[in-house]
């Protein structure tokens, strides 16, 4: 005998792409945009990377039925519906980015977390050394390979200390690095978000706690860390580190201010989607003008000094928590955080 189920209908409502802000304006001013980006935009953002027109492409295809769909049939009550193809576009298509971030929050916490305590660890670079990476972009994945050299060395620091451990043993910690290159409004601010363990493991799979990392010192570590990898790969010459050097305020920051405790399995899957989310947001875009201005807003209600478009560029200007921008340098903006196919921006340490 046949099993009851549920009419699906009242559980799956299928999108309408078409409906969102974002979609009307790729629809309307992408091919626009493509046509005077090497006069107004390649000096600013670098040469067009092929990858905006796959993404861009298949993201207007996104959730069409015209453009493929499965045919999904329940065995029980024999009810069928159409499910159109998504397009699993990175950091383009809010929908499909999401999934992808659920999924990850998913695995990570129940698949790769050992229950341990974690904490999140923010590192950032100076404006000065920002630009670099839009242009090269292979610095992101060097840049969250400094940061597990440092966070392991302080880690490993006190805790191959213990008098418990034998001479020589070896200890790690866990770390899991997300690459994020925009800020809350859309400007590129390249920074990482490490998930990291509270401590290390030794080679028998015991885990040795430590509460905390000594932020100075690390801060001093990721700062000559990057000062290394900038020198090496000729981004930089000597005598500007020697400059940055006498800055009242450095640039580089270290945060650690986010503690879970040890099991907390739903903590570290709502923080992986945090260190994973799509740099846009379709709810802070709040209005399209008639005159082809977009405003979209900041995630944090309170107004802070972010960067500001006028005609020499993104500068600071007054405080506040939202942005204005003309629908082509919106498209700017909005693509520059589209990844290379193939580059990782989530990195599995330890």
């Known amino acids: 005998m046949a099993l009851a189920c549920p009419k699906p209908p009242a559980l799956y409502r299928p999108r309408d792409p078409r409906a969102s802000d974002l979609w009307r304006i790729v629809d309307q001013h992408f091919d626009s945009f493509r046509q ?3 006069q107004q935009f390649q000096t600013k953002y670098g040469f ?3 990858v905006v027109d796959r993404s861009v492409t298949a993201f207007l295809k996104c959730g069409d039925l015209q453009e493929g769909f499965a045919r999904v049939r329940c065995p029980d009550c024999h009810h069928e519906m159409f499910v159109a193809f998504s397009c699993k576009q990175r950091c383009t298509c809010p929908s499909c980015q999401q999934k992808r971030t659920l999924l990850t929050a998913l695995h990570v916490a129940e698949e790769v977390c050992a229950p341990v305590p974690h904490r999140q660890i923010v590192l950032t670079i100076p404006k000065r050394l920002r630009l670099h990476t839009r242009f090269d972009r292979r610095l992101l994945g ?3 390979h400094c940061a597990w050299t440092c966070i392991a060395a302080e880690v490993r620091r006190p805790v191959g200390r213990r008098p418990s451990l034998r001479d020589g043993a070896r200890v790690a910690p866990g770390m899991i690095a997300a690459i994020q290159t925009h800020g809350e409004l859309l400007h590129w601010h390249p920074h990482l978000h490490a998930l990291v363990t509270c401590g290390a493991f030794t080679a028998a799979g015991e885990f040795l706690q430590l509460p905390e990392l000594d932020l100075e ?5 990721w700062q000559e860390a990057v000062f290394a990898l900038y020198l090496a790969e000729e981004k930089i010459q000597p005598e500007v580190v020697e400059n940055m050097r ?3 305020h450095s640039g580089f920051s270290v945060d650690q201010s986010v503690l879970l405790a040890a099991g907390d399995q739903a903590g570290i899957e709502r923080l992986i989607q945090y260190m ?3 740099p846009f947001s379709l709810a802070r875009l709040l209005k399209v003008s008639d005159t082809g201005q977009v405003v979209y807003k900041a995630e944090k209600h309170t107004c802070r000094a972010f960067p500001h478009q006028n005609g020499d560029g993104m500068q600071s200007g007054p405080k506040r928590n939202y942005q204005i921008l003309p629908v082509l340098d ?3 903006e909005f693509t520059q955080h589209i990844p290379a196919k193939g580059a990782h921006r989530i990195r599995y340490y330890g």
């Open 36 to 38: 005077v980006y090497d």
């Open 48 to 50: 067009w990377r092929p």
């Open 142 to 144: 060097k840049l969250s």
């Open 217 to 221: 010192r690390l801060e001093v570590a």
């Open 246 to 248: 006498t800055w009242q």
């Open 276 to 278: 994973t989310r799509c």
């Open 330 to 332: 919106f498209l700017a």
